[in-house]
Structure formats: structure tokens, C-alpha cells
């Protein structure tokens, strides 16, 4: 079936439109090559249309082991050629029947350098994808359709559970958490107990941690200034690591402030540099938002890591208190692992907390 995408701004994408649903969101694009499955399960995209730059995709199917939540939470999908013949001794299904199961719209066929360039010069913005013969009215009725503010209550876990083992007891917030976060914590030998994202820092403490995980997870951060309220009586009492979402929120209770990207980091290939032993580091990021320099320079904050594409702020620690966090992923999945160095420095805080 013929489809489109249509932005906000009047522009118009065509491609062939997989199955018959129709998707409303925020649009942005990744330009990660490989690890379509990961992006597609991360709750960070929770409400948004993901465009993928690569322009070969499905071209090794899709496995369950790769899921990094317990559901796709994006609203829809956009990409260049769709390859429905993967090879993969891993693969379980294709990434059509992927998408199918979990019931995301998606536009392939689509010119997405075009869509990206304009993307990249105009700023994300809302689109919408319809069949192509969508009568205007449907179009706008679609469009005026408003973005959801309410995402981290959409992606969190609604119960509490905990990944045993014999180490350290991290708590994590759950914002939208990747799994594969949660698994590098608990491979280090830390027990590790997920709670929802409205837990209260006296229920957080009642669990007795010995240090404090703050997940990344979707939307702006100032739409969760309740969770904010909850970290600032958090803070100075366990070390925290806060991680993306965690890492603006972590600001927002300290008295900084955050902004949003114009088109944002998105994608398996980008470079940071350790202001502290001046190594770049590749990374997998994912983020709308960043955490406002001057608002920092005015408190006990040292600025760890800044991106080499726009120099904003991708890590940062407190002088005073066991309290740190990044903006992008250390865990990758997709992505290298250069930077899973940071949990082994969450664990080297714990420890130093625990003599």
C-alpha cells in the first residue's frame, strides 16, 4: 500500500506502507548502521517516529534476546530500503513480522537523506504517516492530535522486582531503563532492584541500597518535576548515577537547567571526549535534551564529558557528594563498549561509601 509522511511544517515523504496503521509522533532520526531491533524496544522513543539514515534495514531479522524492554514503545518507523530475507544464525523473524507482532506503522521506500536533511535543518518536529489517499481532514485531525507528555508513565515498570546476586544493592528508577543496563550492573556481581518511577525516596531508602541508579527514559525532563522533587531528598544519601533522562534530572534537582536539541543525538557513532584524560570515546546516544552549561558553571558540578559534534554536556560530577552521570549510553546495545568503564566506576563510589 502507497503511504506518506507528513510534517508539521507541510513537507511531504512518500514510501510504501507497511500493514494499515496510521502513526502520529514526534520524527527524529538515528543514524546508528546496525541495532534496528535494539532502537525499536528502547522506551526512549517512547511516542516518536524514528527515521533511520542507514539505508539498508532488516537485513539480519530480528531475536527476542535483543529486546531491551518488554515491548516497542516508538509509534512509528521510517527507512530507505526494508530487506525481508535476513540471515542470521540468531534470527527468529523477520523484521516485517517484527513489526507486524508488535503493531508499528512503518514507511519504507522512503528518500531518507532528504527527510533527514530537512529534519537536520528545520529541527524534529510532529509527522504524521497516512496512506496515501488520506483525506485532508483525516490529515488534520491526526496532526492536531497533541504529543504526549506522559511518557515515563507509560514506559516504567509498573511493579517492583529485583535481579539478585551477592554484591552491592543498587537500586534503579525506572524511567524507561534498558535492559541491557540493568544486566551490566547485575554481570558486575551488584543486586539490583528495579522500582517504578513514582516510587518515594523513603521507599527507595526502606530497600537499604547501596547506591542509587537513575534510568534514561522519554520526554522532556521537566515534565516529571515530581520525580525531580523525589531525587533532591535522595541526593547526598547513597551515591547516584544518573544515566540520559537521569542525567537531566540529576541537573534539574541541583538548580541547573535543560534545554532542548534541535534535532538531537541519535544514533551508535557518537564521539565524546573524558575532559579528564582527554580520550574520545565512541558512544551510543539517544537524547532530545541537554543539561544548560551556564546554569552548571554556578554549582558544585565538574563537567566530565562534552560531545565532539557541538561541545554540549555529556557527563558530569558533583565536587562534594558521590553523585555522577552521563548523557549518553554506556551500555550500548547497539553501540560499543567503549564506555562501560562508568559502572565500574559506580561500583569503586559504592565502595568507597561502604567503609
Same mark, same amino acid.
Given at each position: 500500500?502507497?503511504?506518506?509522511?507528513?510534517?508539521?511544517?507541510?513537507?511531504?515523504?512518500?514510501?510504501?506502507?507497511?500493514?494499515?496503521?496510521?502513526? *502520529?509522533?514526534?520524527?527524529?532520526?538515528?543514524?546508528?548502521?546496525?541495532?534496528?531491533?535494539?532502537?525499536? %524496544?528502547?522506551?526512549?522513543?517512547?511516542?516518536?517516529?524514528? %527515521?533511520?539514515?542507514? +539505508?539498508?534495514?532488516?537485513?539480519?531479522? *530480528?531475536?527476542?534476546?535483543?529486546? /531491551?524492554?518488554?515491548?516497542?514503545?516508538?509509534?512509528?518507523?521510517?527507512?530507505?530500503?526494508?530487506?525481508?530475507?535476513?540471515?542470521?544464525?540468531?534470527?527468529?523473524?523477520?523484521?516485517?513480522?517484527?513489526?507486524?507482532?508488535?503493531?508499528?506503522?512503518?514507511?519504507?521506500?522512503?528518500?531518507?537523506?532528504?527527510?533527514?536533511?530537512?529534519?537536520?535543518?528545520?529541527?524534529? =518536529?510532529?509527522?504524521?504517516?497516512?496512506?496515501?489517499?488520506?483525506?485532508?481532514?483525516?490529515?488534520?485531525?491526526?496532526? #492536531?492530535?497533541?504529543?504526549?507528555? @506522559?511518557?515515563?508513565?507509560?514506559?516504567? !515498570?509498573?511493579?517492583?522486582?529485583?535481579?539478585?546476586?551477592?554484591?552491592?544493592?543498587?537500586?534503579? =528508577?525506572?524511567?524507561?531503563?534498558?535492559?541491557?543496563?540493568?544486566?551490566?550492573? @547485575?554481570?558486575?556481581?551488584?543486586?539490583?532492584?528495579?522500582?517504578?518511577?513514582?516510587?518515594?525516596?523513603?521507599?527507595?531508602? #526502606?530497600?537499604?541500597?547501596?547506591?542509587?541508579?537513575?534510568?534514561?527514559?522519554?520526554?522532556?525532563?521537566?515534565?516529571?518535576?515530581?520525580?525531580?522533587?523525589?531525587?533532591? /531528598?535522595?541526593?547526598?544519601?547513597? +551515591?547516584?548515577?544518573?544515566?540520559?533522562?537521569?542525567?537531566?534530572?540529576?541537573?534539574?534537582?541541583?538548580?541547573?537547567?535543560?534545554?532542548?536539541?534541535?534535532?538531537? @543525538?541519535?544514533?551508535?557513532? /557518537?564521539?565524546?571526549?573524558?575532559?579528564?584524560?582527554?580520550?574520545?570515546?565512541?558512544?551510543?546516544?539517544?537524547?532530545?535534551? #541537554?543539561?544548560?552549561?551556564?546554569?552548571?558553571?554556578?554549582?558544585?558540578?565538574?563537567? !566530565?564529558?562534552?560531545?565532539?559534534?557541538?561541545?554540549?554536556?555529556?557527563? =558530569?560530577?558533583?565536587?562534594?557528594? +558521590?553523585?555522577?552521570?552521563?548523557?549518553?549510553?554506556?551500555? #550500548?546495545?547497539?553501540? +560499543?563498549?567503549?564506555?562501560?568503564?562508568?559502572?565500574?566506576?559506580?561500583?569503586? =563510589?559504592?565502595?568507597?561509601?561502604?567503609?
Amino acid at each position: 500500500m502507497k503511504g506518506k509522511l507528513i510534517l508539521e511544517d507541510g513537507s511531504v515523504f512518500t514510501g510504501e506502507l507497511l500493514g494499515d496503521r496510521l502513526a *502520529t509522533g514526534e520524527v527524529v532520526f538515528n543514524t546508528g548502521m546496525t541495532g534496528y531491533q535494539e532502537i525499536l %524496544t528502547d522506551p526512549s522513543y517512547c511516542s516518536q517516529i524514528i %527515521t533511520l539514515t542507514y +539505508p539498508l534495514i532488516g537485513n539480519y531479522g *530480528t531475536a527476542d534476546k535483543f529486546n /531491551q524492554s518488554r515491548k516497542c514503545f516508538a509509534n512509528g518507523f521510517i527507512i530507505g530500503e526494508l530487506c525481508d530475507v535476513g540471515s542470521n544464525w540468531q534470527k527468529e523473524n523477520e523484521l516485517s513480522q517484527f513489526l507486524n507482532k508488535n503493531e508499528i506503522p512503518c514507511l519504507y521506500n522512503v528518500d531518507t537523506r532528504a527527510l533527514t536533511r530537512r529534519l537536520r535543518s528545520a529541527g524534529t =518536529m510532529k509527522g504524521i504517516i497516512v496512506a496515501e489517499d488520506t483525506c485532508k481532514e483525516k490529515c488534520d485531525e491526526l496532526m #492536531a492530535v497533541p504529543l504526549d507528555a @506522559h511518557t515515563v508513565a507509560k514506559v516504567t !515498570t509498573p511493579e517492583q522486582y529485583t535481579m539478585d546476586n551477592d554484591g552491592f544493592h543498587v537500586v534503579a =528508577m525506572d524511567f524507561g531503563v534498558k535492559r541491557h543496563i540493568l544486566v551490566s550492573m @547485575h554481570e558486575r556481581g551488584c543486586k539490583v532492584t528495579v522500582v517504578p518511577a513514582s516510587s518515594s525516596a523513603e521507599e527507595i531508602m #526502606a530497600l537499604n541500597p547501596d547506591g542509587i541508579f537513575l534510568s534514561n527514559g522519554p520526554g522532556d525532563p521537566k515534565d516529571v518535576l515530581d520525580i525531580v522533587e523525589t531525587i533532591k /531528598q535522595l541526593i547526598g544519601k547513597k +551515591p547516584v548515577f544518573g544515566i540520559c533522562l537521569g542525567h537531566q534530572l540529576i541537573a534539574l534537582a541541583s538548580g541547573a537547567d535543560t534545554y532542548k536539541l534541535k534535532f538531537g @543525538h541519535r544514533g551508535s557513532n /557518537q564521539p565524546v571526549k573524558d575532559l579528564r584524560s582527554g580520550r574520545v570515546y565512541i558512544s551510543s546516544q539517544n537524547h532530545g535534551f #541537554a543539561v544548560d552549561e551556564k546554569s552548571l558553571a554556578k554549582l558544585p558540578f565538574t563537567i !566530565t564529558h562534552i560531545s565532539m559534534n557541538d561541545e554540549t554536556i555529556e557527563g =558530569m560530577h558533583h565536587n562534594e557528594l +558521590p553523585l555522577f552521570s552521563v548523557q549518553y549510553h554506556p551500555e #550500548a546495545s547497539p553501540g +560499543p563498549d567503549d564506555n562501560t568503564y562508568l559502572f565500574d566506576e559506580f561500583i569503586a =563510589m559504592m565502595k568507597k561509601g561502604a567503609k
